[in-house]
């Protein structure tokens, strides 16, 4: 049997507030899925999905959420390095890094994230 890879499951302490920067930053049309009692954000890309899921409601080991693992790096493809700059300047965003390729930013759980022209 072989498996397929489905998605990415962020937990977050505000996932609401994690999915405005994501649709702000890294421009994801994300929507919400859910009902009344579980509600979570979702983007398709080719078969994969990224869902941002509540820590809290998500699973009992998810909460709470621990800011400094860096054991999951996300990386976002970008086709220019100074507009995307200049898109971060006005959002206020946290800055983490800037070299030749990639731009690091941290979104509000703290998890720091890539974007890049390679």
């Known amino acids: 049997m072989e498996s397929t890879f ?5 937990t977050c302490t505000d996932a609401e507030a994690t999915a405005a920067f994501y649709r ?3 421009d ?12 979570y954000f979702v983007v398709e890309a080719g078969g994969v ?5 509540s820590a809290e409601a998500f699973a009992d ?11 999951t790096h996300l990386y976002f493809r970008i086709p220019d390095q100074a507009r995307f700059l ?5 959002t206020g965003a946290p800055l983490v890094a800037v070299d030749d390729v990639v731009v690091t930013v ?9 974007f890049g022209t390679a």
């Open 106 to 114: 941290e979104d509000p759980d703290g998890r720091k994230v890539m």
């Open 49 to 53: 999905q990224l869902a941002l899921h």
């Open 28 to 39: 994801l049309p994300l929507t919400t899925e859910g009902d009344e009692e579980y509600t």
């Open 86 to 90: 200049e898109r971060i300047k006005n």
């Open 61 to 71: 080991y998810a909460f709470p959420p621990v800011a400094e693992s860096n054991l």
């Open 24 to 26: 702000e930053i890294a």
């Open 6 to 10: 489905r998605g990415v499951f962020l």
